[in-house]
Every structure is written in structure tokens, then in C-alpha cells.
């Protein structure tokens, strides 16, 4: 079976499943990404990867909410255009996994008819009652509301692109409208709990040369980018409290300087530097250790050291590291928000505070600090949670060979 993995930015989502489906016999696996987005380091072994042009721009005047629509179709455009000399020397999968979010799916169920096409849905924005218009810090307008309404003609589009789709939690199958549910099952991409486990030996060195280990005081935050979506700004709120009242604590935040989601800042600076020069004055900086993005083994090692780890998020798309964080044993202190609440069960296998309120962040993650041992239940309760149901090799693999037709 020949099975083609179409995203931007290869293998992305797709790592555990195109790595595993590529050691199981039967299967020719191929990737296929923006030659702009994709990165040496994250490429897979063994795995072949078809690398298109970025898709260049339109030159036409456009209104300024159409041109997301636009970009994504010049991109699906793009993706067909390249694999068609690939197409003439044979290449016919018989399943395509895409994430269509960019437009990368648009045209392949078209320009390979006998592909069953199967799409990750990750969002569909709503104008009220999802992140929109959540934080009173960045209200929105009626001119962000119409934004949305077009940018979702993006994946009402990518949904009638593709055969079949799933979607990583079940809060996020649900924003999609009601009609194209059916079409949508609940796979998470999974989590490799043999790498992400507890390690009561670990240790790290931080790149400022800070050596932390398991058993420490540590204190532990991490996002892609240091954002308002991922509640970088709460989380720095909270701090000035959270180290008065524990004077041998260690905080590590990682996360780089762009922005993911959401709007850039006004002022010139990133929002790391923003927030941390709202509280800097509050804290004992030598204590306080922004470590940019790391390299994944050294991710790792931040989690298995860490004796609370702080996640937050608008109501948005899950992020893996809070799952990576319970699988690694961490007591997870996260943001009473969906799909948080889907996955932590407050006192069960984790707590929970308002996302909004940084006094009650500092108040559970000092008395979290001050007694390790009073949450070891809850902290092995995580990893099993994450065993359970996010595991990739006993969930997600029979998920994905299900949506191939193989089981």
C-alpha cells in the first residue's frame, strides 16, 4: 500500500504514524511539505520527501480577508503541480493523510481519484464562545468576527476535499458544524510514552549552565512561542508570588519569541520581553531561566525534572506538550479551559485554576511546590491517563491502520 503524508511543514503531525507505518512491511510511505517550511532536523530516516515550491503571491489586489483563502489556493495548487511529474512516473497512493488547514488538500482526491483522501482537522474559529473575544486583554472587533467567517471557507473547503477526517479531541470535533460531523472521527496523533516517561535519575543543564534533577524545586512552563494564546502573560502574573513564597525555586520556561496564534504585539517588543518587563522588578531573575526552544531529548529532560509544570491555553487547539508533560509524570497545573477540562480531571490526575485569575495560579502552584508529596497520586494518575487514551502505540496506530481499512 502506497501512502502519501501531505503537510506543509513534513512530517509535523505525522511523525509517529509515518515513522511506524514505514517499518511495517506492505507499506511505501512518502512525505510530501513546503520546501520553505520543512527543517533538516526534523526529517524522518528512510522516508522519502517530495518538496514544493511556496506558492508565490497572487499580485492582485485582494480584500484583506480574502487572501488567506487565496494563499491556500495557490498553495493547493502548487502541491498538484509538483507531484504531477511524480504522477507520470507512477505515483498513485492508494490513501493520502493531509492537513488541509493551509489549502494542501484542495485538489488531490481530484488529481488522484482512486486515493482515499483523510484530512486532519485541527479548528474551525468561532466568533463567540471558543478563543475569540476570551481574554478582556485583546477584545475583538466585528471586523475579526468577518475575518473568521472568511477564514473558515478554508476548511469548509478542505472538508468536501477529503474522503474522511479526524480531529485530535473531541471539544474541537464539535466546533466543526454539525453537518460535517459524521465525516470527522475523534485521533489524537498520539504520544510516545516509552521516549516521554518519568525518569526519578534525570538531570539537565540548561543552556545558561544551570544544572537541575529530579527531586529539585522546579517549576516549569512550556509553549512554542511565550504568547497570550498559550496564557504566557498569566503565567508571568503570577510569578513575583510564586517565588516570594518559595525562595529555592527554579523556573524554566521554554518557548521562542515568535507568535503562533493571535495577533504580534504592538509596541515593537515579543511578549516575552513585554510581560517579563511588567513583573522583572518582582523577581529574583537568577532564578528565572528562559532556555528559547530546545532540542527534544532536552525538552524531555525539562519535564522528568519538573515538580509542577503550568500549562495554559485559550479555549484552542490542545497542545502537545501538556500531554507530553502527563506522560512524563509532572503534576500538570493548567487552565480550567477546553480541551483541557477533556483531559484533567481536577484532584483526579491534575489541577485546575481560572484561566483568567494568576492569584489562584500562584496559590495551587506554591502549595504544589511546598508538599511533592501529597500529589504523587495525582502525577501518576496522568501518566496513566495519557497511557490510556493518547498512547500511540496501543491508541492511535489501531486508530490510524482503522481510518486505512486495515483493521
Request: aromatic share 12%; net charge negative; glycine share 8%.
Amino acid at each position: 500500500m502506497e501512502i502519501l503524508f501531505v503537510h506543509p511543514n513534513f512530517p509535523g503531525q505525522f511523525r509517529h504514524i509515518a515513522t511506524a507505518l514505514s517499518q511495517m512491511p506492505g507499506y511505501r510511505v512518502i512525505g510530501v511539505g513546503d520546501q520553505s517550511w520543512m527543517k533538516e532536523e526534523n526529517r524522518l530516516p528512510d522516508i522519502p520527501v517530495i518538496a514544493y515550491p511556496p506558492p508565490g503571491d497572487s499580485g492582485l489586489v485582494l480584500h484583506a480577508h480574502a487572501r488567506g483563502f487565496d494563499a491556500a489556493v495557490r498553495r493547493g495548487h502548487q502541491v498538484v503541480s509538483t507531484l504531477a511529474a511524480y504522477k507520470q512516473q507512477g505515483l498513485e497512493p492508494d490513501v493520502i493523510f493531509v492537513h488541509p488547514g493551509w489549502g494542501d488538500g484542495y485538489y488531490l482526491r481530484d488529481f488522484f481519484p482512486g486515493a482515499k483522501v483523510v484530512g486532519l482537522f485541527e479548528y474551525y474559529y468561532h466568533p463567540r464562545g471558543a478563543d475569540v473575544g476570551f481574554d478582556p486583554e485583546f477584545p475583538s472587533s466585528f471586523d475579526d468576527i468577518f475575518r473568521l467567517r472568511t477564514t473558515n471557507a478554508t476548511q469548509l473547503l478542505a472538508l468536501d476535499s477529503c474522503d474522511h477526517g479526524f480531529c485530535p479531541t473531541n471539544w474541537q470535533r464539535n466546533l466543526f458544524p454539525e453537518v460535517w460531523r459524521p465525516r470527522l472521527s475523534l485521533l489524537h496523533d498520539g504520544v510516545d510514552t516509552n521516549v516521554v516517561a518519568p525518569d526519578p535519575s534525570a538531570q539537565v543543564t540548561l543552556p545558561d549552565g544551570t544544572q537541575l534533577r529530579a527531586g529539585d524545586e522546579v517549576l516549569t512552563f512550556v509553549s512554542r512561542n511565550l504568547e497570550p494564546y498559550r496564557g504566557y502573560h498569566i503565567f508571568m502574573r503570577a510569578l513575583p508570588e510564586i517565588m516570594r513564597a518559595r525562595p529555592q525555586c527554579h523556573v524554566v520556561i521554554v518557548g521562542g519569541d515568535g507568535v503562533s496564534y493571535g495577533m504580534r504585539p504592538k509596541n515593537g517588543k515579543s511578549y516575552r520581553q513585554q510581560y517579563l518587563d511588567e513583573v522583572a522588578g518582582d523577581l529574583d531573575l537568577s532564578r528565572v531561566h528562559f532556555t528559547g526552544t530546545l532540542p527534544y531529548e532536552t525538552y524531555v529532560k525539562v519535564l522528568q525534572v519538573s515538580r509542577v509544570h503550568v500549562y495554559l491555553t485559550y479555549p484552542f487547539i490542545l497542545s502537545w506538550s501538556m500531554l507530553e508533560a502527563m506522560s512524563a509524570g509532572c503534576l500538570v497545573l493548567g487552565s480550567a479551559t477546553p480541551p483541557v477540562e477533556e483531559v484533567i480531571r481536577h484532584g483526579e490526575n491534575g489541577l485546575l485554576f481560572p484561566f483568567l485569575q494568576p492569584a489562584r495560579l500562584a496559590e495551587s502552584a506554591i502549595e504544589a511546590l511546598a508538599q511533592p508529596a501529597v500529589f504523587e497520586k495525582l502525577r501518576a494518575e496522568a501518566r496513566q491517563t495519557v497511557l490510556d487514551a493518547y498512547d500511540f502505540d496501543r491508541v492511535s496506530l489501531p486508530g490510524y491502520l482503522r481510518l486505512l481499512g486495515t483493521q
